[in-house]
């Protein structure tokens, strides 16, 4: 009986595997003017994001996440924010889906798997809860409705600055990033505030303390930063 478990685990091991839906991922449309779009989308445990931008340039066009939940060949996404519907923050909305050999059906779109969530060091969602001045961190509350969040994949990250009970939307950013050697590089995909910025790659001081990511280093306007970032759990 023992060997016959262990023979079924292994032949499910990479069907699990192909069914694990977080990680980033990606497809390609075109706009009325005939111009490339990138989609990424990133799940993590229980929180999602997606960014749409020009593929050539990197121009900003749209986002939309907040949480979500999977059952029965479903996912339920509850939206915090949205640049092309505000009307959606607060809203939640059912698509089918599938998964075959890393690609992923989703409503009426394929999209191709990027990563599994490896390797990913700083893998998940997170909210920053605090800044260094004069020497001191001082903690800010992450459970009101001003948000900046932080979402990453294996190799894909986005930040969100947003606010659920205004529909605000103030900003993001996003591309790429790797953990080494305690540096962390952001190589910046695309940045709603400032398209010029693409391109670009800022690194940064690392390391996990009691859970939370201590960041630090230089901004993308050179100024010096020590920011806190907690692990999202609601």
């Not at 998940?124 to 605090?130: K, N, T």
């Not at 990453?152 to 659920?164: D, E, K, M, P, V």
Request: hydrophobic content about 30%; charged content about 25%.
């Amino acid at each position: 009986m023992k060997n016959v478990l262990i023979t079924l685990c292994l032949l499910l091991a990479p069907f699990l595997h192909g069914q694990n839906i977080q990680g980033a991922w990606t497809t390609m449309e075109s706009n009325e003017e005939g111009v490339q779009l990138k989609h990424t989308l990133t799940f993590t445990n229980g929180f999602f994001s997606e960014a749409i931008f020009e593929k050539d340039d990197g121009k900003f066009v749209a986002t939309h996440g907040g949480s979500y939940t999977l059952s029965d060949g479903n996912i339920e996404f509850s939206y915090e924010f949205s640049t092309q519907n505000p009307e959606m923050v607060g809203e939640a909305q059912s698509k089918s889906y599938s998964m075959k050999n890393d690609r992923l059906e989703l409503g009426k779109m394929t999209w191709n798997r990027i990563d599994d969530g490896t390797p990913g060091d700083l893998f998940g969602a997170w909210l920053i809860s605090g800044r260094k001045r004069d020497g001191e961190i001082v903690k800010r509350d992450t459970s009101g409705p001003r948000k900046t969040m932080k979402i990453l994949s294996g190799t894909r990250f986005q930040w969100i600055a947003y606010n659920t009970e205004t529909k605000e939307f103030m900003g993001t950013g996003g591309g790429t990033y790797t953990t080494i050697d305690g540096k962390y590089t952001e190589n910046i995909g695309f940045f709603s505030r400032d398209d010029s910025r693409v391109g670009a790659s800022l690194e940064f001081d690392y390391e996990l303390k009691d859970g939370d990511w201590h960041h630090s280093g230089l901004s993308s306007k050179g100024s010096p930063i020590y920011e806190v970032w907690s692990k999202r759990s609601q």
